[in-house]
């Protein structure tokens, strides 16, 4: 039977797509072409229609989130650290939100800090540095509070210099 | 459990290979109908994958007699001496594994 015209098959497929979305272009694309021969291959003795046959092969293969799951994994007794790059918006993060620049700095920290922790989580392991965005993200804060208080503390007391 | 298994699944396919090429679905069955190993055919490609990308095995397109041309993986040299590492390691693994937790009547009582 072709696979292609099975819609249990395409909704699989489909899935599987979507939730390789977090993957590498290229591995997300090997993917699917990977387990889309495999079903050919397994319902190729399979009539038409046979529903319990296509739904047993989908079964065997394991729910779509687990196969992606598997792929995004280091690779065993590898560490997640070896061969990957500490993600460079995370170091800016913090750079800028201690330079603070009355301000500027945090708010740059916040832009910076969200950005590298969402590039950092679709880099599937390749990257590191959640751990500096993340202390960006909480230093930017503080710094917009700082800010916030000082315009407080001046607006309450808008004679003091006079 | 699962780590373990997970560590040792990618040595079970290159020791798969150690005969010569295979294709992906066929890896794939007789790795999930192996007993014991408890894996989702699925999870095994994205395994291939970094085999591959490791290169520890190669690929290569072939026709087959019926239907599209499927991929073929075999062992590169880097896979062979892994492989032929993991054999070693594995076998005093094993054994020293299987003194610890396999009981014995202890001697001189």
Known sequence: ?162 | MSQLRKGTLEYCVLALLRDGQRYGFELVRTLSETDGLLVSEGTIYPLLSRLRRDELVSTSWQESEAGPPRRYYQLTDAGKRALADFSDEWARFRDAVDALVTPQRRAGR
Not at chain 1, 34 to 39: A, C, K, N, Q, S
Not at chain 1, 51 to 68: C, D, F, H, K, W
Not at chain 1, 81 to 105: E, K, P, R, T
Request: hydrophobic residues 50%.
């Open chain 1, 1 to 162: 039977m072709n696979v292609h015209t099975d819609p249990l098959v395409d909704d699989y497929l489909r899935r599987l797509d979507a939730a390789a979305s977090t993957l590498p272009t290229d591995q997300r694309d090997e993917l699917v072409s990977e387990i889309r021969d495999h079903l050919q291959e397994a319902l190729s003795q399979t009539p038409p229609g046979d529903q319990a046959a296509v739904r047993n092969a989908l079964e065997r293969l394991g729910s779509p989130e687990e196969i992606v799951a598997a792929a995004a994994d280091p690779a065993p007794g590898q560490p997640a650290g070896v061969g990957s790059q500490v993600n460079v918006l995370a170091i800016a993060s913090v750079a800028v939100a201690v330079l603070w620049f009355a301000g500027f700095g945090a708010v740059l920290a916040l832009v910076f800090g969200y950005r590298a922790r969402r590039q950092i989580k679709d880099s599937a392991g390749t990257q590191t540095g959640s751990g500096l965005a993340t202390a960006g993200i909480i230093l930017g804060w503080i710094g917009i509070a700082i800010v916030v208080t000082a315009v407080i503390l001046i607006a309450l007391h808008p004679n003091k210099s006079q």
